[in-house]
């Protein structure tokens, strides 16, 4: 079994935000990622597909075809985007970085299904150079 990994890179603004909770219990909770008016982030995705080489082209997957999926169904969706207003997939939703990396999840892993016999096998989301979550759909 052979592992391949894309990254991908977007921008996007958010803040951390209970709505049950008051603005204090916010601020108290998360801190300057509370803040009202929103920051932003360079967020890093790597997305690690898994398989065996095609005998025909020793690819698991078309790195090529894998970013371009990536960018079509995840990357034009976030990038440039407030996380917490613009992203349909967000509504209703934390915009934690673990929230969204499952959220990249449900739509990344069909995707790749219609395009590779390679299985999608991690992501790993990076929020800032210091923080990263990864998933493996589990
Ligand atoms: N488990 C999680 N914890 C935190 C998340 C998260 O998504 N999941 N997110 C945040 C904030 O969004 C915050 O903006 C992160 O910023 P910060 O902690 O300041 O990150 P840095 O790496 O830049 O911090 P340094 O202190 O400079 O290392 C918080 N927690």
């Known amino acids: 079994m052979i592992y391949v990994s894309r990254l991908e890179h977007f921008n996007a603004a958010h803040k951390l935000h209970n709505p049950n909770w008051s603005l204090a219990k916010n601020k108290e909770v998360f801190g300057p990622c509370a803040n009202t008016n929103w920051h932003g982030h360079n967020y890093e995705l790597i997305v690690t597909v898994k398989g065996k080489p095609d005998p025909d082209t020793g690819f698991v997957i078309d790195l090529k075809r894998l970013s371009t999926l990536i960018r079509k169904n995840i990357i034009e969706k976030v990038d440039h985007k407030n996380l917490n207003l613009d992203v349909a997939f967000m509504e209703d939703k934390l915009a934690s970085t673990e929230n969204l990396v499952v959220e990249?999840?449900?739509?990344?892993?069909?995707?790749?299904?219609?395009?590779?016999?390679?299985?999608?096998?991690?992501?790993?989301?990076?929020?800032?150079?210091?923080?990263?979550?990864?998933?493996f759909g589990e």
């Open 104 to 135: 990249f999840w449900k739509i990344l892993e069909p995707k790749i299904a219609e395009i590779s016999s390679a299985k999608l096998h991690s992501l790993k989301l990076y929020e800032t150079p210091r923080n990263y979550v990864e998933y």
